[in-house]
């Protein structure tokens, strides 16, 4: 009896140190993050991702370089993801989502090994949970794993890793690199980076050390830049456009204070990412001086504010300190009070786990069960679902050719990709600044296209400017005439006569 007892103790030890295995938890987390994002409503690209896909398949379908022939303020880098998945599957959501979850479990993975040098296994293993769970939130953009911030935050964790254990000039030239294309990718990584120089500065590194990081930033930078001229794109398109032309009026940081304070709230304070706020205060008078996690934290935070549009794939720049924060100060008091790890796993996964309802109801529709169908053609009118901007989309390619253009003038970006026509401006989604509508004026006195999407529901009136709207108006009774209204869309034909 005594032996079976034992037996069965061992039994479940056994089963114990499995389940804190940092691969397996891994493991558990890719399958749920692929869950969220592959099985999310409509099935199609989002808006972001559209616009990328757009550019990026007229880019190596079409030749028209980013920023002349499609302008997003994106890395190039973006754009030559999305472009290659078009070259290999034609428009599709879940190749670059593909990409992106194996990138966030790269970065998931490094987060470990930052913990367990750090602060030993017990750290370590916790972090993934904290994490890996946290990514997978509603509230940090659980589905949108092939954003910019997705491919900044692993090269910089991956940076961060590196810099813990460089002891010469070329130890930390290689962490400058991976910061540096971190930094390519998107430019609030420049505030990571400046995280782990001033925890150099309090760690008194050499020189030579940090001279050597700053190195490889700048050599990384300049690979972009030469992969712009090679590729065609113009360096000064690339900053105007990628860059300066996103500040100022009309732009898309151009919001009210309250706008601003709203939803700082929205996303920092009315959100599940609080539940992570007094461990990281834990943390911070465990430590009793900033280091390299608080600086992290604090510098990713000052660059979601400075940004200021709050979005919810913002939110994961912050998140890798933020976690292993999170992750050493629960260790500690864990074991301080001799708290099993395996236990502190279950509790974070049964605190932290997302939502899978919006999955669960796919899984449904996937079966078969009915839905109710939204409604066109009365009022009030509705913005059509994603899916059926697909449908819309599909309508368009079957009654235009190849060669003609199409204007989707609103948030249409779905259309504009799944139709595979392209627009007659290079601001093919609603731009404000005077820039943008200087050119989007421009292309469409140049190229009339075949057909003018105009939407009939409320959010065109909301979202799309009254000399924008007028400019389409007018261009419409000119030289249109309505070829019919699907989807509250009203479909307006070029009239060749």
Known sequence: MKNAKNMSSNS?????????????????????????????????????????????????????????????NKSPLIFLVYGCSDLLFGPNYWLPRLIGTFCEMTGLYFVFKIADAVSGRFA????????????????????????????????????????????????????????????????????????????GLQQKRSVGHQLGLIAGVITAVIMLLIFCLFTGIKISEFWTYGFSDNFGAGSATAHTLAYKLENFLEKFVYSPIAILY????????LKRKADLLIWWCALSFTAV??????????LKDVLPALALSNAIAMSQLSQRYGIRLYLVVILLFVILFPSLSEPIQNIRILAGQETVQPVYGQEPYINPSEGDRKLLASWIKQHTKASDLVLVHSYGTQIQCYSERLSPSVYFSIN???????????????NKPELILVPMFAEYQQLVDADQRQFVAKLVQQHYFLDTTIYNYNIYRLNRK
């Open 432 to 446: 404000r600044t005077p820039l943008a509508k200087k050119r989007f004026y421009e292309d469409l006195n140049k």
């Open 124 to 199: 370590g293993v916790l972090s993934i949970p904290i994490y890996g769970l946290s990514l997978l939130w509603h509230a940090t953009g659980g589905k949108y794993v092939d954003f910019t911030e997705t491919f900044e935050v692993m090269f910089l964790i991956i940076a961060v890793y590196r810099s813990l254990s460089a002891t010469d000039f070329k130890g930390w030239f290689i962490t400058g690199l991976w910061a540096g294309i971190a930094l390519d990718f998107r430019i609030t990584a420049a505030f990571g980076i400046l995280a782990i120089l001033l925890a």
């Open 12 to 72: 479940w030890d056994g089963v114990f140190a499995f389940l804190q295995q940092p691969l397996f938890i891994i493991g558990v987390i890719c399958v749920l993050q692929l869950c969220i994002t592959l099985l999310s409503n409509g099935f199609v690209l989002s808006f972001d991702e559209s616009i990328w896909h757009y550019i990026g398949r007229n880019w190596l379908r079409h030749g028209m370089v980013p920023y002349t022939g499609g302008i997003d």
């Open 305 to 314: 504010s400075l940004v200021g549009i709050f979005d919810v794939v913002h």
């Open 278 to 285: 007094p461990l990281l205060i834990a943390y911070v008078f």
